[in-house]
């Protein structure tokens, strides 16, 4: 199998091309393109599709329950049901920082209950409501932003049907930073060709997320 390298050369030529013979530097141009990709799909597709990759956190019994989340993305959280002796626990509806002071308010549609828990952001740390306790603990799972080298042929932990979009992504990110190294008022045709080619690129990338994106992407 061809790594990751090999396949974006294979669609834009080779990365030393770019404005650096430094072998070196152009592999971490590659592995920095393929891993802010890996961030951005992480943060644009369905948080399900994740949830078969996530870290599973222990129990919490307090708020926040996850802080300094600034590398991972949280696809699922859950509380466990009042009273409950079988231990279920229920998925909580996340709740946008705005809407905030709504879920403990009993009179409003996002009011959370044991029933319909809510979970929401608060300056990057995550809250459930009603609040976790001893016998109603909550966890979340998490998906890492992975590490990706440029010889790698697969990424551990992300899913096979979004490996194409991390080419294609990672690919047009490169074919962005080699725009960079061309005077357009030297040589505005190759620089307009670059510019052809990073926008198909782009568009490629955003076409291979379409089918994967959450809602409101």
Partial sequence: MANFQERIEDI???VTSVGSDDASANQQAIQDALQDTA???INKVQPNIFIQFATKSSNVESNPIATNLENSRIVLVERREEDDTTSL????VFIDASLQGKIQNPHSIFYATDEAPRWTFNDNDVYIYPEPSASNPAR????NNPTI???DSSVAKFPDELEHALVLGASSRLKFRAITFYNEDEDPELVTLHRAQYQELLTEYNNALAPFLARGQ
């Fill in 89 to 92: 626990y229920i998925s909580c």
């Fill in 39 to 41: 961030k951005d799909i």
């Fill in 140 to 143: 979340y799972y998490s998906m």
């Fill in 149 to 151: 080298e440029h010889n």
């Fill in 12 to 14: 834009i030529g080779a």
